[in-house]
């Protein structure tokens, strides 16, 4: 069986978990909390990066700092997971649904700014595939509507546009290490705050609502209740696993990359045919291989490849049902403009197996099973 995802595993998961242990500090913000989200500020040149517990509780602190008042709106596209929506709905805001670009899949910039309304107080926008969505314009189109910026890269560590890092380019970004992520702890994520003057509020908040950060930095003589909050801090146990992985990351970065690029050049025939669409990288981003997917001529197509794909114990996967057509997107939020893309480009988009470690006789099997399925 070739399975979709394995979780990455670099060979030191396991001697600095027994490290964490060693020291005696197992909660959050020890030495391996500490190693990890300075690594990522300096590779990415982020200012704070403060790890959490999820990607979903990154979102989720994003949020919060968004400040929202019920029945606020945030802009962000319906091809994306649910979490980069509950997050928002959680504190009260309506959502309102963009189109997605055929292209990249992600967030149509040009029809943004039609959906904007006199309660419209974030764009959310979703790197698919860990390829950046039109920045340039998205920041010009907040800047002059002043409009927060929240990034949803999960799948956008290691990836750039126009030589910034994926997260660090909006007011807030959102990363993921679940075990279907390019770099993983189990269960975590990191939330970064790219302007300045949310850093005070953001600890706060992630320390339960307490000032236990500039205590712990001696700029307070008390440690105190101050405001809302959770425990949005994991545990070194999950941090020293992802440190492992951290310190190989281009060595993750690039075995995913080979196996992308060998995906892309196995399809290159049928794509010039016609046959399946292959993802755009355009000329501003760099991409660090989270997905390879093709597109099918349509739904029918893609469930009878998952189905010849299975048969030959090769698990493919489709993406996203639409949030605005979900029982909770229809609740929370409306469609602005057409759905001229989104509902059709996601029935017929098929992620095949990549991750850290992929073999190329694996490879080689999923790209002949594909290949056998179109008869070339
Ligand atoms: C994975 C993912 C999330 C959620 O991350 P978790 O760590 O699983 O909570 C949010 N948004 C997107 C786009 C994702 O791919």
């Not at 949020?63 to 979490?83: A, M, Y």
């Not at 995906?263 to 390879?292: S, T, W």
Request: charged share 25%; aromatic share 10%; proline share 3%.
């Amino acid at each position: 069986m070739i399975c979709f995802n394995v979780p990455p595993c670099t060979g030191n998961e396991m001697k600095y978990i027994g490290e964490a242990i060693a020291s005696r500090k197992i909660c959050g913000d020890g030495q391996f909390t500490r190693r990890c989200s300075e690594w990522l500020e300096k590779r990415f040149d982020a200012h704070k990066v403060l790890l959490t517990t999820s990607g979903t509780t990154a979102l989720d602190m994003a949020s919060l700092l968004c400040e929202l008042q019920p029945g606020d709106e945030v802009i962000l596209p319906s091809f994306t997971f649910s979490s980069s929506a509950t997050a928002f709905v959680n504190y009260g805001a309506r959502l309102v649904f963009v189109d997605i670009r055929p292209d990249t899949m992600n967030i149509d910039e040009t029809k943004i700014e039609a959906a904007i309304t006199d309660r419209t107080k974030v764009i959310l926008v979703m790197h698919y595939a860990g390829v950046a969505c039109e920045m340039d314009t998205i920041l010009d189109i907040a800047r002059r509507h002043h409009l927060l910026v929240v990034e949803d890269a999960a799948q956008g560590v290691m990836s750039s546009y126009k030589g910034k890092a994926l997260g660090t380019i909006g007011d807030f970004g959102c990363y993921s290490f679940h075990e279907t992520k390019n770099y993983s702890m189990g269960e975590g994520g990191a939330v970064l705050i790219n302007n300045p003057a949310y850093v005070e509020r953001a600890e706060i908040l992630r320390e339960k609502g307490t000032n236990r950060a500039r205590f712990f930095r001696g700029q307070v003589d008390k440690y105190t209740w101050v405001d809302i909050g959770d425990s949005f801090l994991p545990s070194e146990l999950n941090a020293a696993y992802l440190w492992a992985q951290l310190e190989l990351a281009d060595e993750i970065n690039n075995d995913r990359l080979r196996s992308w690029q060998r995906y892309k050049d196995a399809f290159a025939d049928l794509a010039a045919q016609g046959r399946v669409k292959l993802p755009v990288i355009p000329e501003d981003c760099v991409q660090n291989a989270h997905m390879f997917y093709l597109k099918c001529r349509d739904l029918s197509e893609r469930t009878a490849l998952i189905k010849y794909l299975r048969e030959r114990d090769i698990l493919a996967v489709f993406h996203y049902v639409p949030l605005h057509s979900a029982p909770a997107g229809l609740r929370f939020g409306r469609f602005a403009g057409e759905d001229r893309y989104t509902t059709a480009e996601s029935d017929r988009l098929v992620r095949l197996p990549l991750y850290y470690g992929l073999t190329k006789e694996d490879q080689d099997r999923v790209i002949t099973a594909v290949r056998d399925f179109y008869g070339v």
